[in-house]
């Protein structure tokens, strides 16, 4: 089975490839739905362990009503100790999405989860990330990589049928499978106070849920801007034809 998708990978998108690709695909464009939803609920972001409203914010996001809004009783602190936790309420209409936000991004990030170790796996054992994913030493010079840089910027992208990568997609591929999805999901995971109660580890490798919420964040956009570089890439190398090689193998 792997061999025989090794010999069509050199010739044109295997069939596993293209429903990866297109569940994987689907499975983002929820996440990055919910997570815009999840986000316009609690737009600041943290460092640390603990963070909400009565906190000083890493940054803000200008997202939504909640943005700054301020509307707040006087806070009462827990505790007669410096740095106590506070409390206080809002006098606000607070914008509050978060059930069926986090549903569907809980749902989507699973889905994406499972694609991802089918493509993996796959991948590994196929030859797939050896013979099309990893660069060879011919292509791992100063020049391969400037002049790449400088054709991505003028949008002189050549079509190739099936996957014939250029280094920076060599490059940026593996990124997004080896580092981005990986901090994607183990930041998701810090989140969840169920999933640090058994594996507290996570906490300390991410500086606290906070902080993981923060790169989440980032890694989260790093792979949008990724996604839609892609795009543009495939309009500028003509999107009929990556589409009839993703679809048909035409």
């Keep these: 089975m792997f061999k025989k998708a090794a010999d069509h990978i050199k010739t044109y998108h295997s069939t596993w490839v293209k429903i990866s690709h297109w569940v994987g695909t689907l499975a983002f464009l929820f996440l990055l739905f919910s997570g815009i939803e999840i986000l316009m609920v609690h737009p600041r972001l943290y460092w640390g362990n603990v963070g909400n409203d009565l906190t ?4 803000e996001l200008p997202i939504s009503r909640n943005f700054q809004h301020g509307g707040w009783e006087n806070s009462q602190a827990f505790f007669d100790q410096k740095n106590s936790p506070v409390s206080s309420g809002r006098t606000y209409d607070i914008f509050n999405q978060n059930g069926w936000g986090r549903s569907l991004h809980f749902l989507s990030a699973w889905i994406l989860v499972i694609t991802g170790i089918f493509y993996l796996v796959i991948a ?5 990330i050896k013979n099309q994913l990893l660069p060879t030493f011919k292509e791992l010079t100063f020049d391969t990589f400037l002049n790449e840089i400088k054709e991505h910027i003028r949008l002189t992208i050549i079509y190739l049928k099936g996957p014939q990568y250029g280094l920076l997609q060599k490059i940026s591929y593996l990124i997004v499978i080896f580092l981005l999805l990986p901090t994607i999901v183990l ?4 989140m969840s ?5 058994s594996h507290p580890y996570l ?3 991410f500086f606290g849920a906070q902080s993981a919420r ?3 964040f980032f890694a989260a956009s790093l792979l949008l801007f ?11 190398s003509g999107f009929k034809k990556q589409m009839n090689a993703m679809l048909f193998n035409k």
């Design 56 to 59: 000083p914010a890493l940054f």
């Design 124 to 128: 590994l054992f196929s030859g797939h």
């Design 187 to 190: 930041t998701g995971l810090t």
């Design 193 to 197: 106070p169920a999933v640090t109660a």
């Design 203 to 205: 906490l300390k490798l």
């Design 214 to 216: 923060t790169i989440h």
């Design 226 to 236: 990724f996604v839609l570089i892609h795009v543009l890439m495939i309009i500028q």
